[in-house]
DNA sequence: CGCGACCTTGATGATGATCAAACAACGTGG
DNA sequence: CCACGTTGTTTGATCATCATCAAGGTCGCG
């Protein structure tokens, strides 16, 4: 399903053309080695971006959420898959038009360097955390109330019975954290026997202690 | 050293009160959680960015090349050190004004696209590769001639009689790779006794069978 | 009910970390 | 110019974490 916005009114700029799609769980949007002529941005739901090696390895190297721009490389070809996890609301556009419009690229500046700066804190858990901190890592982005860095204060009252979705299969969490399915499970089993976690069922979770998954994450 | 660019009349737009500062090898340059107000863009040397965790381990996220855009994070805060390797002639700018000048955010949207795709690749080699491939794939940056990705066709004559610089030390090799100094020392050891390299000294590379070294460094 | 996909748990093994010592490079001062 | 100390590198021996191999368990669905 593809649609123009018909931008009402304040409509000379290129980069309100933009294209709104809508994607199911589990599609993949573009993949590695295309041309790049698109830049993207995830409006609603979580998209993984993923690089795969000549010999088969895979590696998520980054997952998304609402308000992210994807859609890179070396300037002329795409270096990664993009594949949704849940339904996703995407804007898309031609890059060479968009990047001529100011207003979106400053939006644009804006976006990619906040991630640029997750990125580094990606790389540093790749880099130097242990299987256990680099679980407890990726479960701290579900504690959006955690504001991404420091844990200010007590989690609001009811935390402890949220249930997040987790979308992602053992593997691509595996996938993402540079371990393998086992270890995830491992280290997930012994959160849960820790008592830091729940988990109704494989793909959901409870966070029952934050500070004390925050601590184990190590986010500087 | 700090002195402002005297733009020579077309003194309207912000984007021009850049500040060129001149840094001698092996000073910072700014600190992980610094208030954010710059953005900075490197000229010329060498800059490796790095994180520290609580506990001391360090994590060097990114080495950049003249050309290169740095200062990030959550946006009030900086995210990492910024240390240089080399003598560096970098461009400072307030990034509120900076980002209000259209000609400057698309240079800057490029150029922090273009860092965003390294660092999936630099994602992947943590993620997923050997001791030795990340090895060969840092010695990689050095063969420029292979323009980043593709090791097309042969390299230049006289090339395997080049000195290449490392900057860098075995710890650092290491902080940057997610490997320990010794394990560094041994990849490159290895690639010494097998032919595809050799050391004038130790801070000093020649890249003997750069095809070789490209290929075991799987750059996908 | 039974099959398939995914997850958990256990046993074993390999890669790279840690611990330790010798070696090389470099600068300083006698 | 050479002894000397400092710093960084190389190499070896041992260890730990996580990967691999393997089996059993859970859940959903035809």
Redesign the pocket.
Known sequence: MLFAITPSGEEKSAAAMGMRRSFLAREIICQQGDTAECVYRLGHGVVMLYQILQDGRRQIVDVLDAGDYFGFGDGNVQDCFAETLTDCEITVWRIREAQSCPVWCEGFSRGVQRKLGAMHDHVTLLGKK???ERVSSMLMRLVRECAGRVCRGAPPSGYATRIHDLHM???EMADYL??????V??A??QLKRDGLIE?P???QIVIKDPCRLCRLAVLH
């Open positions: 242990t299987a256990l299969s053992r593997q540079g371990l393998t399915l086992e270890t499970s491992r997930i089993s988990l069922r494989p793909s």
